[in-house]
C-alpha cells in the first residue's frame, strides 16, 4: 500500500517528463522549419475543430488546419497543423516554411520566435512545478510513514 504513494508520483513525473520532451520537440520542429529559410505557397484544403472534455469539466476546441505545397523539388505534400489562425480558411493560399530534409515537418504559422519561446518556457515551467509538487508530495509521505513506523515501533 505505501508503495502506491511513491509509484503513482514517479508516473505522474514520467509523463510530465515525456511532456515537456514533447513541447521542445515541436517547438524545435517550428523553429527550425522557420531558420530553414525555405517557402513555399501552399493551400488551405481543410479546416475542423475537435473538442475534448465535456459534462464535469472544461470544453476544449481545437482548431486544425490541413494544407499541400509543392517544394523546389517537386514533390506534393500534404500536412496538418493545430492551432493555425481562425482567420485561414479552405481555399486560402498561405506562406509555408519547410526544411529540405523533412518538408512533411512544415509549419504555415508566420515566424514569432518570442511567442515561440514564451509559449515553450512557460510550458516547461508549469511541468517544472508539478515535478516538484510530485516529489515534495513523495517527501511528505515518506516522513510521514517513517513517522508512523517510529510512533507504532516504540
Aim: aromatic letters at 10%; one cysteine or more; hydrophobic letters at 45%.
Amino acid at each position: 500500500m505505501e508503495a502506491l504513494f511513491y509509484v503513482i508520483p514517479l508516473l505522474m513525473i514520467a509523463l510530465a517528463v515525456a511532456g515537456g520532451v514533447g513541447v521542445v520537440r515541436g517547438s524545435r520542429r517550428v523553429s527550425s522549419a522557420w531558420d530553414s529559410g525555405l517557402t513555399a505557397e501552399g493551400r488551405c484544403l481543410r479546416t475542423y475543430t475537435t473538442t475534448s472534455g465535456g459534462g464535469d469539466t472544461m470544453v476544449s476546441t481545437t482548431l486544425h488546419h490541413v494544407y499541400e505545397f509543392t517544394t523546389r523539388e517537386g514533390s506534393t505534400v500534404r500536412f496538418e497543423e493545430q492551432n493555425g489562425p481562425g482567420t485561414v480558411l479552405e481555399g486560402d493560399i498561405v506562406t509555408i516554411h519547410y526544411t529540405a530534409e523533412h518538408p512533411e515537418r512544415a509549419t504555415a504559422h508566420a515566424p514569432a520566435r518570442g511567442k515561440l519561446a514564451a509559449g515553450t518556457g512557460c510550458a516547461l515551467v508549469f511541468l517544472g512545478v508539478f515535478i516538484v509538487f510530485c516529489i515534495g508530495f513523495m517527501l511528505v509521505v515518506h516522513t510521514m510513514f517513517t513517522a508512523a513506523d517510529d510512533f507504532l515501533g516504540q
